[in-house]
């Protein structure tokens, strides 16, 4: 009886501290850590506008490895910026489409370059400009620069003409004409 006494006492304080700290934490308030933030009508909460972030002057180099290329055809795009910088790619067809393998991002490499290599591929709607859009940023600023290039039908492999040599004359077979003999010996007596 004596060890349920000791174990009733011991169950009864935690209940009751418990109470108490429960008690206290609920009259606490909690201070603020940042201002709450309510987008303006249209804009998405999670994206940055130019309010929030900073344009500054990245350098933004765009190299097209084919303009025009052909549909089915391989294509490669560079960006030149400073190293370790984020990039996102956004290559829109010419109906619209940005599904694509050319929209990617990430970061560009320590000599600041980023390269997205795909094939061009899709229905005829493709065909026409294709608008790239680019933006790279870090820490809180960002540059965007845009270029476009063109798709086509690929034209038919047709294989280099082949130089034919011309031919050299024959030599003449045709018999000369016979000269009739010459009696040049003295006639006989």
Do not use: C, H
């Not at 609920?26 to 130019?50: D, M, S």
């Not at 991002?105 to 290599?117: A, C, L, M």
């Not at 280099?160 to 040599?165: G, K, R």
Request: charged share 15%; net charge positive; no cysteine.
């Amino acid at each position: 009886m004596k060890n349920f006494a000791i174990f009733f006492s011991i169950a009864t304080l935690l209940l009751v501290g418990t109470l108490v700290y429960a008690q206290i934490y609920r009259n606490q308030t909690i201070p603020q850590t940042a201002p709450t933030y309510t987008p303006p009508k249209g804009e998405v909460l999670g994206t940055q506008t130019e309010k929030q972030i900073s344009k500054n002057n990245t350098p933004i180099n765009i190299k097209i490895d084919k303009n025009p290329v052909f549909l089915y055809w391989p294509q490669k795009i560079t960006i030149e910026t400073t190293p370790a910088t984020e990039v996102r790619l956004k290559v829109t067809y010419p109906n619209g489409s940005i599904n694509n393998s050319g929209t990617a991002s990430g970061f560009s490499n320590d000599k600041g370059i980023y390269e997205v290599k795909w094939t061009i591929s899709g229905k005829k709607d493709i065909l026409g400009q294709a608008k790239v859009e680019v933006s790279v940023g870090s820490f809180g600023s960002y540059a965007t620069a845009e270029s476009i290039f063109d798709i086509t039908t690929s034209q038919k492999i047709t294989p280099a003409p082949t130089a034919v040599p011309t031919p050299t004359p024959a030599p003449n077979l045709q018999p000369e004409a016979e000269i009739p003999p010459t009696n040049t010996l003295p006639a006989a007596p």
